[in-house]
């Protein structure tokens, strides 16, 4: 967040709206006083939160408040590529290397988890939609590549183990395309539960991300930064992956 | 200190000095440029895997590289995003 309320005030050159972020963005879905900041805020904190939740009504007030298809479907899929960005910086542990007007605030790991859906609250993955990735242009073959990297290699992860993070991402989110894809991908021994487990951390509780979750890996058997990384950047790649496929299926339903 | 090692353009050769070149190509407004000179961190953070470093950044440039959204409202989408994850970065 430090870089990017900078980017923000820099954009601007003001620092009003991102001293606003950094303070309390769920105020600023309500108070924000330009009405397509607000309906960004309020659509970026379901996406982020609860991608699950939304509905036809979300898509409906974004419209409202002068945000058209392109401008949602540039939001949702901004904020889930900023969701493994997020993860990754934390898991890795990188400093802040920016100089910033604006100091952030420190992750509270005691912050519960963000929720898991009930079955019965997971988007339809067949229901016709009325934003589809490939409205956007480069963003459905991008994405396809990276998926590509992520799932198919058999080293340093195998690609079964890649397949138990992916599903376990998957059911956390309410991606019943992405469980149904990786059925078969249930976590059979140690190495595997502390995959699903890493998947659950990245998935609810990025802010507990760090070394707690290196040190878990490697006494599970991930042999190496290279291994340990690439089961990182599968599970944050995942959460991108799933976060805009139930994000686009949830805004189409009522 | 980084939890996961971090191999940077000065220790980097091979496949990795080569995506790091190739990225240095890339038009990076003045704000986006940290002042150590180097590639901003969350790029380092991608150097175990120099494969996956060009696919993830190509996609950011396809994202925050242009509209619908405008820069402020991209920057808006980032930094909420990025706080309600609590990612100091």
Redesign the interface.
């Known amino acids: 967040?430090?870089?990017?309320?900078?980017?923000?005030r820099?954009?601007?050159q003001d620092d009003q709206?991102?001293r606003a972020?950094?303070a309390d963005?769920r105020a600023?879905a309500d108070r924000a006083t330009d009405p397509?900041?607000r309906a960004?805020?309020r659509l970026?904190?379901r996406?982020?939160?609860m991608p699950w939740a939304l509905g036809k009504r979300d898509h409906q007030l974004a419209k409202e408040a002068g945000l058209?298809d392109?401008?949602v479907l540039?939001?949702v899929?901004?904020?889930s590529?900023?969701?493994?960005?997020?993860?990754?910086?934390?898991?890795?542990?990188?400093?802040?290397?920016?100089?910033v007007a604006i100091p952030?605030?420190?992750?509270?790991p005691a912050?519960p988890p963000y929720l898991v859906p009930e079955r019965e609250l997971w988007p339809d993955p067949d229901l016709p939609r009325t934003l589809e990735l490939s409205l956007?242009p480069?963003?459905s073959e991008?994405?396809a590549?990276?998926r590509k990297?992520?799932l198919e290699r058999e080293a340093p992860l195998s690609v079964r183990q890649r397949s138990v993070i992916a599903r376990a991402v998957a059911e956390r989110l309410g991606d019943a395309a992405g469980v149904q894809k990786f059925s078969e991908a249930t976590p059979k021994e140690e190495l595997e539960n502390a995959l699903v487990e890493l998947a659950h951390v990245v998935t609810l509780a990025?802010?507990r991300l760090?070394?707690e979750?290196?040190t878990a890996l490697r006494k599970a058997g991930l042999d190496g930064?290279?291994a340990?990384?690439?089961a990182?950047?599968v599970a944050t790649a995942c959460t991108t992956f799933s976060r805009i496929t139930v994000a686009l299926a949830a805004l189409a339903r009522d | 200190?980084?939890?996961?090692?971090?191999v940077d353009y000065s220790a980097s050769s091979g496949a990795l000095r080569q995506v790091y070149d190739k990225m240095r190509e890339r038009p990076l407004p003045p704000?986006?440029r940290?002042?150590?000179g180097g590639a901003?961190?969350?790029v380092?953070?991608?150097s175990?895997?120099p494969?996956?470093m060009p696919?993830?950044f190509?996609?950011?440039t396809?994202?925050?590289g242009q509209?619908?959204?405008t820069?402020?409202?991209?920057?808006?989408?980032?930094?909420?995003?990025?706080?309600?994850?609590?990612?100091?970065?």
């Not at chain 1, 952030?104 to 509270?108: G, I, K, L, Q, Y």
Request: proline share 6%; glycine share 6%.
């Open positions: 967040m430090g870089a990017h309320a900078e980017f923000l820099a954009s601007l709206l991102a972020v950094i963005p600023l397509k900041n960004l805020v970026v904190t996406v982020t939160e058209d392109a401008s540039h939001a899929v901004l904020s590529y900023f969701g493994h960005l997020n993860r990754i910086a934390d898991a890795v542990g990188i400093d802040l290397d920016y100089e952030p605030v420190h992750a509270e912050t956007r480069g963003a991008a994405l590549a990276w990297h992520a990025p802010w760090g070394a979750t290196i930064d290279v340990i990384f690439d990182i950047a | 200190m980084p939890h996961l090692q971090i704000a986006y940290p002042q150590h901003p961190g969350i380092q953070a991608h175990l895997d494969v996956l696919l993830v190509g996609f950011s396809l994202l925050n509209g619908p959204l820069w402020p409202q991209r920057e808006l989408v980032n930094a909420t995003t990025s706080r309600l994850n609590q990612c100091l970065y």
